[in-house]
């Protein structure tokens, strides 16, 4: 069982309107697609309305305006027929899975694509999961919250809107790497019926660039989860019984891999592991500011989770203030101090 965690670009969206060459569809089809996509107002969307049509073009239930338009797209442009390297989270999930079939999503995985807060984003990140899914669209989930609760999503691709992440400003995109950390707790709480570990792959090749370290750093705090963490959310301790870190792995395919994406080796790269109790032994005590005073102790997370400033050797003098990546650490390691120290 695998949770595949995707960052999203907009290389299939290339692909959809003919700039990529990668897509082998006749362009009547093409052109119906897109027509049929701007009749439904898509060309003129904003974020939020972006959020409220995708939410109501996936929706299990009656079939909607929405989810009818987006129905006859897909029967135009066939997601099941589609080529591995249409994107490239398409092609690094494929290359990074060819000894078990990852496409269309199995029955017992779960997909995450993490979209940037642009219609663009959204809408990427909705063909991805069509892509993942072979065009079933009851496979697909949409939230419009990284905190909203997933349920029951075996088996399906689940599309997560972050809000924040499109570079407007650095308080929104703290909002959004605390979104992730949120995310994540989530996910393991929707692993509470499992029965071994549940392996996370993250793949990092396409989307906002400026969340890619983050998103690391992400895969580097599902990889260091402990005991204690898995009994407060009700998961089975699924911990490896030899002692090593929870599975997690995350690749890349380098962007010039070549005209063929599918035969580009994807790039495992390097994940450390933290120390739970010691992250959370330093993320207490930021409160709801996110600052605290005096110096942290054992500072292994200053720079990374939160920035120390003042004079090391007169600690009282020291102030320390969260990182909008320490914020989503505390979020997964369910740090709960919202006192001050100091």
């Known amino acids: 069982m695998t949770v595949h965690v995707s960052s999203v670009g907009r290389s299939v969206l290339d692909a959809l309107d003919g700039k990529s060459g990668k897509l082998t569809l006749s ?3 093409r052109d119906r697609a897109v027509r049929l996509l701007e009749a439904a107002g898509i060309s003129t969307w904003d974020r ?5 049509w995708i939410a109501a073009a996936v929706a299990h239930g009656e079939p909607s305006a929405q989810a009818r338009a987006l129905r006859d797209a897909i029967a135009a442009v066939t997601p099941q027929y589609w080529q591995r390297d249409v994107s490239a989270e398409l092609a690094t999930l494929d290359g990074v899975n060819r000894d078990r079939m990852a496409i269309p999503v199995r029955e017992e995985d779960i997909a995450v694509l993490v979209c940037s807060d642009t219609p663009d984003g959204l809408l990427a990140g909705v063909w991805n999961a069509l892509g ?9 989930r949409y939230l419009a919250q990284p905190g909203a609760e997933l349920g029951d999503v075996r088996g399906r691709a689940v599309v997560v809107r972050v ?29 509470r019926g499992a029965r071994e570990p549940e392996k996370f792959r993250f793949y990092l090749s396409g989307g906002f660039k400026a969340a890619i370290p983050y998103l690391i750093g992400l895969a580097e705090a ?7 963490r898995l009994a407060e959310l009700g998961v089975p301790d699924l911990m490896p019984r030899d002692g090593s870190p929870y599975p997690v792995e995350a690749y890349v395919l ?18 450390r592991r933290l120390v739970a109790s010691a992250v959370r032994q330093e993320l207490t005590g930021f409160g709801t500011s996110g600052k605290r005073r005096g110096l942290v102790l054992p500072d292994l997370l200053n720079g990374y989770a939160y920035e120390a400033r003042g004079r090391r050797d007169q600690p009282d003098t020291v102030e320390c203030e969260l990182t909008a990546f ?17």
């Open 27 to 29: 362009r009547a089809a």
């Open 48 to 52: 939020e309305q972006a959020s409220h």
């Open 132 to 140: 993942m899914t072979a065009g079933n669209l009851a496979a697909v």
């Open 163 to 191: 809000p924040g992440m499109d570079v407007g400003s650095a308080e929104g995109f703290r909002q959004a790497m605390r979104g992730l950390g949120v995310l994540a707790r989530h996910v393991f709480e929707s692993l």
């Open 222 to 228: 599902v990889r260091s989860i402990d005991k204690q």
């Open 254 to 271: 380098h962007e010039t891999a070549g005209g063929d994406l599918t035969d580009a080796p994807p790039i495992k790269l390097p994940l």
């Open 326 to 342: 320490g914020a989503g650490l505390r979020e997964l390691f369910g740090v709960r101090d919202e006192s001050p120290a100091g």
